[in-house]
């Protein structure tokens, strides 16, 4: 087991096909780093066995990587947002406050290459298929919160905060009434942007640890999906 802790890196890149496993890393600032920067799921790089607590992200990316058994207690990320590309997950628990993170399905930005995403499409399928759990995040306070390509019912949750909504139940805007934009605009916009999707489902989260003013938007647009049968607990 190697710990790492109070340590500063500065433009560190890994470009895929690494291991990262029994690690313990602590107090430490990763500045213009890069993980797994790879375009085929044959290069993506593990990281096994990890425990991060109280590190600090700048203007990071983590491309394709496999992450198994890992566990981040506080994530400071700047400036804007923490972007993962294709990303696997199998007992993955986030816990604390953690910075803005987007979990994407692509395995790079603006990619449309029908070959790369059905290769990935399918050892994402065959991944999860062989995972009991994917990623917990109930204990987690985020500024902000996205994900796509991990199925929902792998996610554990707190029932109360994050939530998850499903086209079947969603009937559109329309059935949210003309006082729910007003009251929750932020949380109205992102279900403008569902509702115009090709998604079947959408993951929900109340930023905890962001202003105020953001939070109480979610909780209670959040709280009015829930008492009208539209959000699952």
């Not at 399905?105 to 070959?115: I, K, N, V």
């Not at 329309?174 to 006082?179: H, K, P, T, V």
Request: glycine share 6%; with cysteine.
């Amino acid at each position: 087991m190697q710990h790492i802790g109070a340590q500063q890196f500065s433009m560190k890149f890994d470009t895929g096909g690494s291991a990262f496993e029994a690690l313990r890393i602590a107090n430490s600032s990763f500045d213009n780093c890069g993980m797994s920067l790879s375009k085929r799921p044959s290069r993506m790089s593990a990281v096994r066995d990890v425990h991060v607590s109280n590190c600090k992200l700048i203007n990071c990316e983590i491309g394709p990587t496999v992450l198994e058994d890992v566990q981040i207690d506080g994530l400071d990320v700047n400036p804007i947002l923490l972007l993962l590309w294709s990303c696997f997950f199998r007992r993955v628990s986030l816990a604390g406050k953690i910075g803005k993170i987007k979990i994407n399905l692509e395995p790079f930005a603006f990619c449309a290459d029908a070959g790369v995403l059905a290769a990935f499409a399918e050892q994402r399928a065959a991944f999860y298929e062989a995972t009991n759990w994917a990623l917990d995040i109930s204990r987690a306070r985020f500024v902000d919160f996205a994900c796509k390509g991990i199925p929902l019912d792998l996610i554990r949750r707190d029932p109360q905060t994050q939530v998850i909504l499903r086209k079947r139940d969603f009937g559109g805007l329309d059935m949210l009434g003309s006082q729910f934009a007003d009251a929750f605009p932020e949380t109205h916009m992102r279900l403008s942007i569902f509702s115009d999707s090709d998604a079947e489902e959408v993951l929900l989260v109340v930023p905890l640890a962001a202003a105020r003013k953001r939070r109480e938007d979610w909780a209670g647009g959040i709280a009015e999906l829930r008492r009208l049968g539209i959000a699952s607990e």
